[in-house]
């Protein structure tokens, strides 16, 4: 549903390229992970469908058409960036109320249809007693800020979604929901698209990793296939071991200490 | 501050400035009358003249128009912050200047370059008469002086006994519009008023050029509006201004700001000018 | 919740009232009533209907104005210390009364030499952002709009320092703002104004809502973040250069406005315009019957008092956040 083809940004006065022609295709019913070390071009790939960078070649493709109105695309895919900072208060309820903005365009008053909306949303995301409390942006924690914009992204109701570090701040607990969450919309036939450095929890969720390496695709497939120590090892430049979890029985990535003692 | 000390008129025999003090509390240093002066100031300029030292004026500023054998002077440029490159080049031995707190750096340069420099200040009547002889002093010749300031008070007590005894109309002076000034106490034109037979609905308040409010001009509700010709028209024509029953009854009277506001040896005409507005047929 | 808005309402009621029964004449409730309905004395209609009213209406819309941009540009540069001169709005008027007024020229169209100086500040302010390559980030612009109001200011005193002093008095009244000279037709154009800019503000209340999160998640909510926040600039500009034509400068308004107005509870754009309108309009005609009854006969400049009643309530919100 999302594709990149052949994508090449790069930033002003940057004497390499972030993306150097990278294809990748989200699909419907999917859960696509993007992974990669630090620099190798992961933030550029949402920071490109947001149209917040100039693509130097190649497009970004929405239900195979090039994205031209913007607020089209933001009711048909709802992206979580990075980071947000905030400059004025604002309570949760309002801020995932938001999320409706690209179904109520400029004037027209929130429905009941909006207002259940946000309700499944902030369900969904496991923060609907931040709106019975009305707390407010600014109290939350780290991590309850991430699901509340988790919260807003799923209001949009779009049918893809797009996340670019998802689980930081988020203890173990959350992390596991948070996923499992994005298991089930892949499920229910959204396509989740996921930026994380988080690589055991991709390698247990994800349907497809796409691995980068100094802005091009190192790897591509399936868990199995990308979680290879070879390959991982070569990209994140580090001793590793790759090994199988018994208990759950996906790859599961080991790093080794440098000093290595036989 | 300054103190004046009365000495009977010798020409250069026995020429002292040494007690002379000027306005900024300096005192003027000249050993022999001047022979090069430049005013930077209207009114002394118009003084020089008058009391005969106009041959040696050799530097006006771009204002000083009167008396007409002024403009022959070469002008110096401003007389506000004046551009003392331009005053030393005239070579004066004697510069006379207004004494704002603006130019008083200025003075101190001119000290410091070794010219003498007298300020001066007027803003009463009395000032007039106090300046005119200390010039005379200053330029060696007090009779002329003496002359000047008798005539300028002779007329000035022509039109006060002629206006002593008439009914008094209450006048606005309107000074400036944005934003809306008149003058106080401070000036001499509330003076000049006074002396013409008037009385300006402002002589209590101390400052020469106050703002105040319009409504407050309608409390006091003057008989007579006394503006520059410049802005008779607009408060002829202003809704605001029309509040005024003055103003409504057409008592808006342009006076000759030009001669009234110089405080020099015009006052006598300009007090003149004003009785003719304010009690006509009076003077003939 | 509605007793907000029922102060702010009625505050601005108390307010216009004062203004108009408060004077050096003395007029009693109601003769001020009846003048207002030209009933009864002649004098009084005359003092309230064409002295006082002008003024307390011009003082309100003013008031109103600078209390949307104001509110409008925290919002879209996500900075509580924006406020309406900031993208070279005051620099430029300055620049261009000053420019009238030692040029002579009658004193009619120094407000429109204001206005013109004003949008052309802002316009140059936008080139210097685009200069230095930007895509319209917010701390670009505001650093243009702190240049171009620089270099205006050296115009200015370029211009005054070898001006005669008539030209200086004018032309530092003139920036200490004043609604003396307030005329319905002054209002007519201004109310024009509002009525543009600050209509179109409130239609793009929610935009601006978006905009506030910050440009990436405007961008994924689908606004196209520079171009929004470029018309809003643009609309905010506009209104600040009406009211700065029509009154000279009222600083402080237009930055702690949107402030007291936040402090209530209210969070989302569109009920913030609403209540910055109705909070500044009471603010500003409050500070001109200040200016014109504190000191009499004298009247205290318009932008003085606004500053020094504005400082208070700033303080007292700074406590709060802090």
Known sequence: ?262 | MFAIVACRDTRKASFTTHDIVDDYGHAVKLAAPPQRIVSLNPATTELLFAIGAGPHVVGRTQYDFWPDSARLVPSVGAGMRPNLEAVLGRHPDLVVMYASSDDYAAAERLTAAGVATAAFRMNKISDFARIAMLLGRLVGDTTRARTVVDTVTATLDRVRRATESLPRPTVFLHAWEKPLMTLGAGSFVTELVTIAGGRNIYDSLPAPSPVVTLEDVLSKNPQIVLVSPLERQMILKSARWQTLPAVRAGRVVAYDTNLVERPSVKLGEGAVSLARILHPGVLP | MWLRWFVFVLGLVAALLLATALGTIALSPGQVWNALFNRGDAAAITIVQVLRLPRAVLAALIGAGLGISGAALQGTMRNPLAEPYLLGVSGGAAVGAVFAVSLGISLTLVPLAAFAGAIAAVLLAFFVAHAAGTRGDARILLMAGVVVGAFANSVIMLVLGSAPSNVVRDAVWWMMGSVAAATWTDNGWLFGYLLVGGGALLLWARQIDVLALGDDTAAALGLDPERTARKVYAAASLVAAATVAAAGLVGFVGLVVPHIVRGTGIRRHLPLFAGSALVGAALVVLADLAARTIRPPAELPLGAVTAIVGVPFFLARLRRLV
Not at chain 1, 35 to 64: E, F, H, I, W, Y
Not at chain 1, 202 to 227: K, T
Not at chain 1, 233 to 239: A, G, H, K, M, Q
């Open chain 1, 1 to 262: 549903m999302i594709r990149y083809e052949d994508v090449v940004v790069r930033y002003p006065r940057a004497s390499r390229d972030a993306l150097a022609g990278v294809g990748l295709d989200a699909r419907r019913g999917m859960l696509t992970a993007v992974v990669g070390p630090n620099g190798s071009g992961k933030s550029t790939l949402v920071r490109a469908l947001l149209g917040r960078v100039q693509l130097g070649k190649g497009r970004v493709l929405v239900n195979d058409h090039p994205i031209t109105d913007r607020m089209v695309f933001a009711r048909r895919v709802a992206v979580v960036t990075q980071r947000e900072e905030l400059a004025f208060p604002l309570s949760v309820e309002e801020y995932v109320a938001l999320g409706r903005f690209p179904h109520l365009g400029g004037w027209r008053g929130a429905g009941s249809g909006d207002r259940a909306a946000v309700e499944r949303a902030m369900e969904r995301a496991g923060v609907e007693e931040f709106a019975r409390d009305e707390r407010q942006l600014q109290e939350l924690s780290g991590g309850e800020w991430q699901r509340v914009r988790l919260a807003r992204a799923l209001a949009q109701e779009g049918e893809a979604l797009v996340l670019d570090e998802p689980t930081t701040f988020l203890d173990v607990a959350h992390e596991m929901s948070v996923f499992e969450l994005l298991h089930q919309l892949a499920g229910d036939g959204h396509a989740v698209l996921v930026v994380s450095h988080q690589l055991n929890l991709v390698a247990r969720f994800a349907d497809e990793i796409v691995l980068l390496s100094a802005g091009r695709v190192a790897a591509a497939g399936s868990p199995d296939d990308v979680m290879q120590a070879a390959v991982l090892e070569r990209v994140y430049e580090w001793p590793l071991v790759v090994t199988r979890d018994p208990a759950v029985g996906a790859p599961a990535l080991l790093p080794l200490r440098v000093r290595r003692r036989t």
